[in-house]
């Protein structure tokens, strides 16, 4: 041990002395802006939040495509396509079907073509991704889907075949 003691002694001090010569060029490189005497940190502004335009009843905007994996909860979903010509913003719609089961959506956009699958088994939401969080799988052959929207209106309708 003696003898490898002043090996590990001069590697310490060797990676210390390149770790503080990385660090000194990252911060010569990387400034930040100087802060003013007096000056917040941060500067709080209103939030400005878009409004909705509700669309026309009569207007096309998403259709139910598909029911996918009914009966095994690891690949169940609904598949909607945007058939719209404009992005729609799905926060405050609701998935429902004929035994009062309902999913609301959260502020997801759907451009126009696209497609976006709810899963009923739980997961983490992605941009192409809803999981509704349920523990078991709950379409069967001949059920009827709603997809209304944030108004209540009634959107688009799907029954499983």
Do not use: C
């Amino acid at each position: 041990m003696r003898k490898i003691l002043p090996y590990l002694l001069l590697n310490f001090a060797v990676s210390a002395l390149a770790v503080w010569v990385v660090l000194m060029i990252w911060e010569a490189n990387h400034k930040l802006p100087e802060q003013q005497a007096g000056a917040p940190l941060f500067t709080s502004q209103p939030q400005v939040f878009p409004t909705l335009t509700p669309l026309p009843l009569d207007a096309k905007t998403i259709q139910i495509q598909l029911v996918v994996g009914m009966g095994d909860i690891r690949n169940e979903r609904v598949q909607l396509v945007n058939a719209s010509e404009s992005p729609l913003n799905l926060l405050g719609w609701e998935l429902t079907d004929n035994e009062k089961h309902s999913y609301t959506f959260p502020s997801v956009t759907l451009f126009p073509g696209a497609a976006i699958d709810v899963y009923t088994k739980g997961g983490v939401n992605t941009a192409v991704e809803l999981y509704w969080n349920l523990a078991e799988p709950i379409f069967a052959s001949g059920d009827d889907i709603r997809l209304k929207d944030a108004g209540g209106n009634t959107r688009a309708e799907y029954q499983v075949p």
